[in-house]
């Protein structure tokens, strides 16, 4: 068609050159204006973009500068940029990292349903009791980064307002062993550490057994639980006095005692607060020392979860007399027989 046209215009040049010129020139107008307009339409969005992209980055260098920090925690306070989501109103909240670093039945999950209870606090859980997240350093580094960069999900993750993210680690999580490089990874990210402990080890050990039985014999209607909601449940559950063998019960502790030691001593130079199960149970104002820690807005923290064993420890366990007898011989475990606590 054109070249028929074009035909047509070099075959009549002499009939009319001011029309064709002017014909010439008013397509080539028509052109132009539409190649502008279609130029425009095409840049408009990706200026638009530009200009937003520009108004965060000023916002996040400029304005997200917590009020009233002081210079200690400069290094503790983050602004994470998750790549699954916006944090939008909160974007500029700061955030403080944890870990909870604790030992199995040493009330961590009940410390955490507390935690969790704040509208800030995101914990997430026992995430390297996967093996394959604790198999190698660089797994245990990569995981930490995406729970640190608000990119991990769990039915705790409080996402765009979080104050404080963090998870529970058990120290035979891998902890120990690569304790060098998370040490590392805490004092370069400003992680701080939560030591949760419990003072009287007889009791843990006792918890460890029932909890252990109760994996095999499931006494709540075929299912094992290790935390329980009611205290029915709970007094079904203690009803199984575990029998404590006496010639190891002795090293038992010892071991225990020296394992939290020495991972106090190994996390010594990151910042952490050591708490006891024991004191959170007596003391509930020793939550507002960790909320102040964790530098988050003080609130009543709740938990649904009951204690399991709250008798008299003489009545948890089958060789009670043994197990008196074993104690008082070895003098610096003595004051267990007689730290009973009322809840
Ligand atoms: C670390 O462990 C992960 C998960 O098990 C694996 O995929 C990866 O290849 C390992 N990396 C190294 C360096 O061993
Ligand atoms: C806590 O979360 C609420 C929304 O759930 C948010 O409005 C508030 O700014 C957050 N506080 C902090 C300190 O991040
Ligand atoms: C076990 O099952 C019985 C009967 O179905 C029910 O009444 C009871 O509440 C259940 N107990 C627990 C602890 O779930
Ligand atoms: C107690 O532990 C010792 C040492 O491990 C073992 O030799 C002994 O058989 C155990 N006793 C019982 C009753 O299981
Ligand atoms: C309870 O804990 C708070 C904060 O750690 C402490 O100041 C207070 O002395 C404790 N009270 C008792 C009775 O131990």
């Not at 107008?29 to 108004?55: D, E, H």
């Not at 604790?102 to 410390?111: A, D, K, L, P, T």
């Not at 039985?213 to 029915?232: M, P, Q």
Request: charged content about 20%; overall charge positive; aromatic content about 10%.
């Amino acid at each position: 068609m054109f070249e028929r046209q074009d035909a047509k215009f070099i075959k009549a040049p002499k009939k009319s050159p001011l029309i064709l010129t002017m014909v010439v020139l008013f397509l080539l107008m028509v052109s132009g204006v539409y190649i502008f307009s279609i130029w425009l339409r095409q840049i408009s969005p990706r200026t638009n973009a530009k200009f937003l992209n520009i108004r965060v980055l000023d916002h996040l260098q400029q304005q997200c500068q917590a009020p009233n920090i002081e210079q200690w925690e400069a290094p503790f306070i983050h602004f994470p940029n998750p790549e699954t989501f916006s944090r939008k109103e909160c974007v500029c909240n700061p955030v403080r990292y944890f870990a909870i670093l604790s030992m199995q039945r040493s009330g961590s999950g009940w410390f955490e349903t507390l935690l969790n209870s704040h509208t800030n606090v995101s914990s997430n859980g026992e995430i390297f009791s996967v093996r394959d997240r604790r198999s190698n350093v660089s797994s245990i580094l990569k995981t930490m980064d995406k729970v640190y960069n608000l990119d991990w999900f769990t039915s705790a993750s409080k996402n765009e307002c979080s104050a404080a993210v963090g998870f529970k680690w058990m120290l035979n999580q891998g902890l120990m062993e690569h304790h060098d490089d998370i040490v590392k990874y805490f004092k370069n990210n400003g992680v701080s550490a939560i030591f949760l402990f419990r003072r009287n080890l007889l009791r843990r050990m006792i918890s460890v057994l029932a909890n252990s039985y109760d994996k095999d014999v499931k006494l709540l209607n075929g299912t094992h639980k290790s935390h329980v909601h009611s205290s029915a449940e709970a007094q079904i559950l203690a009803k199984y006095k575990p029998t404590i063998n006496t010639t190891q019960l002795i090293p038992e502790l010892k071991r225990s005692e020296q394992t939290t030691a020495k991972a106090v001593e190994y996390f010594s130079s990151a910042r952490h607060i050591v708490l006891y199960y024991e004191d959170l149970v007596k003391n509930r104002t020793k939550l507002r020392e960790v909320q102040e820690f964790l530098g988050l807005p003080y609130r009543e923290l709740s938990s649904r979860q009951i204690k399991i064993h709250t008798a008299p420890l003489s009545e948890q366990v089958a060789n009670w007399d043994d197990v008196q007898k074993a104690l008082e011989k070895a003098s610096s475990y003595g004051s267990f027989l007689h730290s009973d606590y009322k809840i």
